[in-house]
C-alpha cells in the first residue's frame, strides 16, 4: 500500500509563492509517476503538474506554465510542487496523486493512489 501526504498549503496574497511537498509511503514508491491536482469549490478535480520517476520529464496544464515547478526527491520519496506568481484562480485544494506504471500522464483514472490534499488559498 501506498500513502502520500501532502503539505506546504496555507493563505497568500496574489503574486507570492508557496511550495507544496508530498511525501510517498510505501514500497518501491520512489519509482512512481507523481502527479499534482487541484480542486476548486464547485468545479472538477482537474490537472496541474506530472513528473516521471527519474524527474527528467515534467508535464504542466498550460494555467500553471512557467510559473509551477514540479520537482522530485527520490533519496526522500518527495515530490514538491513550488508556485510563483499566484492567482486567485489558483485557490483550490491541491492534492498530490500516484501511478505505478506507464508514463506521465494527465488523466486522473490513470492515478491509483492519492493523498488527502491541502488547501491552497490566494487572497486578491
Known amino acids: 500500500q501506498v500513502q502520500l501526504v501532502e503539505s506546504g498549503g496555507g493563505l497568500v496574497q496574489a503574486g507570492g509563492s508557496l511550495r507544496l511537498s508530498c511525501v510517498a509511503s510505501g514500497r518501491a514508491s520512489s519509482m512512481f509517476i507523481m502527479g499534482w491536482f487541484r480542486q476548486a469549490p464547485g468545479k472538477e478535480r482537474e490537472f496541474v503538474s506530472a513528473i516521471s520517476w527519474t524527474g527528467s520529464t515534467t508535464y504542466y496544464a498550460d494555467s500553471v506554465k512557467g510559473r509551477f515547478t514540479i520537482s522530485r526527491e527520490n533519496a526522500k520519496n518527495t515530490v514538491y510542487l513550488q508556485m510563483n506568481s499566484l492567482k486567485p484562480e489558483d485557490t483550490a485544494v491541491y492534492y498530490c496523486?500516484?501511478?505505478?506504471?506507464?508514463?506521465?500522464?494527465?488523466?486522473?483514472?490513470?492515478?491509483?493512489?492519492w493523498g488527502q490534499g491541502t488547501q491552497v488559498t490566494v487572497s486578491s
Open positions: 496523486a500516484a501511478r505505478r506504471f506507464g508514463g506521465i500522464s494527465s488523466y486522473i483514472r490513470e492515478y491509483m493512489y
